[in-house]
């Protein structure tokens, strides 16, 4: 009889302990479905409108992902401009946009409070000098172009090219593309005023390089194609590889800056186009991933 009962009373036993087990795992099962849940919503929360605004060297990096962001995320909308650096810096600091793009830090920029901004980079770009396909210049060293720039030297035979006028397409001053370029390649010499025409649009200058016989400007590798030549600088390509391992001088991180920390859509904006997920649009592009660069500036 007792062994009857004890052989009841491990059955009983038995019971509850599995009856248990199982009553923890449906409930680590609804929390789980709880927690993906909660991320889902998150997730859907993502809406709303933003501009960001500014360099035209990131505007193809910049648009792109805003198209992709979109079909990820269909209740956000960002309205993505181009018109300068400057004017995106500004924007940024009075408000007008969200999101201002720049190929300058800054505190490069006068007239606005850059301690009031966030810096977020998201990518570096190189630029090189670029000329119509009729010029018949392969290389040229730095002196020689700011020979060219400056308004020093006005003929291509003067550089190795054959007889023909050289014209100067230009930037406004306004333009983070025209800022690095003097930095890093004309090493902050001062440009022939008046002798110059002058774009505010990346993709007007490769238009008009393109169509202007002897024409000489500068652009970011984003915007390199078969219609321009692009010209070597002392003998080096002016090639993502080069900039990353530091034998081409002429880049820069491209910026998108906040009011502020990034909340928000801004925020959700800018992790997307750093992430892994925009990496091959960036890449075919033409833009050179932070993590690449074996230098700093």
């Given at each position: 009889m007792k062994k009857r009962l004890s052989?009841?009373?491990?059955?009983?036993?038995?019971?509850?302990?599995?009856?248990?087990a199982f009553a923890g795992c449906a409930k680590q099962d609804e929390t789980s479905q709880k927690d993906t849940g909660s991320k889902?919503?998150?997730?859907?929360?993502?809406?709303?409108?933003?501009?960001?605004?500014?360099?035209?060297?990131?505007?193809?990096?910049?648009?792109?992902?805003?198209?992709?962001?979109?079909e990820k995320y269909p209740d956000a909308d960002v309205q993505v401009q181009a018109g300068g650096s400057g004017k995106g810096l500004t924007a940024?600091?009075?408000?007008?946009?969200?999101?201002?793009?720049?190929?300058?830090?800054?505190?490069?920029?006068?007239?606005?409070?850059?301690?009031?901004?966030?810096d977020h980079k998201v990518c570096v770009v190189g630029f090189a000098a670029v000329v119509n396909k009729g010029v018949k210049v392969d290389n040229i060293t730095k002196q020689q172009l700011i020979d060219i720039f400056t308004g020093k030297t006005k003929n291509w035979k003067?550089?190795?090219?054959?007889?023909?006028?050289?014209?100067?397409?230009?930037?406004?001053?306004?333009?983070?593309?025209r800022a690095t370029f003097k930095k890093y390649a004309?090493?902050?010499?001062?440009?022939?005023?008046?002798?110059?025409?002058?774009?505010?649009?990346?993709?007007?200058?490769?238009?008009?390089?393109?169509?202007?016989?002897?024409?000489?400007?500068?652009?970011?590798?984003?915007y390199l194609n078969d219609t321009i030549k692009a010209l070597k600088l002392e003998g080096v390509d002016p090639t993502n590889e080069n900039v990353t391992s530091g034998k081409y001088p002429v880049w820069s991180?491209?910026?998108?800056?906040?009011?502020?920390?990034?909340?928000?859509?801004?925020?959700?904006?800018?992790?997307?186009?750093?992430?892994?997920?925009?990496?091959?649009?960036?890449?075919?592009?033409?833009?050179?991933?932070?993590?690449?660069?074996?230098?700093?500036?």
């Open positions: 052989n009841i009373l491990a059955l009983v036993l038995s019971i509850v302990i599995i009856g248990t889902q919503e998150d997730t859907s929360k993502i809406s709303g409108s933003i501009l960001s605004l500014g360099s035209s060297a990131l505007f193809p990096l910049a648009e792109q992902a805003a198209k992709t962001f979109k940024v600091a009075d408000g007008t946009a969200q999101i201002g793009n720049s190929d300058i830090f800054a505190e490069e920029k006068s007239g606005i409070d850059a301690k009031a901004l966030e003067d550089v190795g090219g054959d007889d023909m006028p050289i014209v100067i397409v230009n930037r406004p001053t306004s333009s983070g593309t004309l090493d902050g010499k001062e440009e022939a005023v008046g002798k110059a025409l002058t774009e505010d649009n990346s993709g007007t200058v490769q238009k008009t390089v393109a169509d202007t016989p002897g024409s000489i400007s500068y652009l970011a590798f984003s991180y491209e910026h998108m800056y906040t009011k502020g920390a990034a909340t928000g859509l801004a925020k959700a904006f800018i992790d997307y186009i750093s992430s892994d997920e925009v990496k091959p649009d960036l890449l075919k592009l033409g833009f050179i991933p932070i993590n690449d660069m074996k230098v700093t500036r």
